[in-house]
């Protein structure tokens, strides 16, 4: 599936459906081929049905800049973007910056075994499945 989009503070924003316990959520994420999980802000968790005790495990995350923070980890039922539909899908949830323009961040566990193509010039991305 190929999604356009704009270039906003260097980074490249797409739109995402996560499927939670009692309604859909939409969102704008970032990618991020260097993040090694995805992410989303804490605070839009409870607004797709879940709570605390939906979180199964927790796990440091390393930043390029050598630091690290302890991230919290739930299974979303169903986690769609750019046409590919992931079930069970981990992700991880942080308190984000009240600045940030976006709701989380797609990182590299959700593109893996399949090939990611980022136009630049184009302003689109396009995701094999």
Known sequence: MVDNFEIKY????????????????????IIDTGASHSLIDAKLIKSLGYSKN???????????AGN???VDFLKVKTFNCLGLIRRNF???AMEFSPRAFYDGILGIDFFL??????????GKVKLDI
């Open 68 to 70: 690290s923070i302890s």
């Open 90 to 92: 981990e992700i991880g």
């Open 10 to 29: 260097r980074k490249i924003p797409i739109n995402v459906s996560i499927y939670g316990v009692e309604k859909i959520g939409y969102f704008t994420f």
């Open 54 to 64: 939906d979180f199964f495990k927790t796990e440091r995350l390393n930043g390029f």
């Open 113 to 122: 075994n399949h090939i990611l193509c980022v136009d630049f010039k184009k």
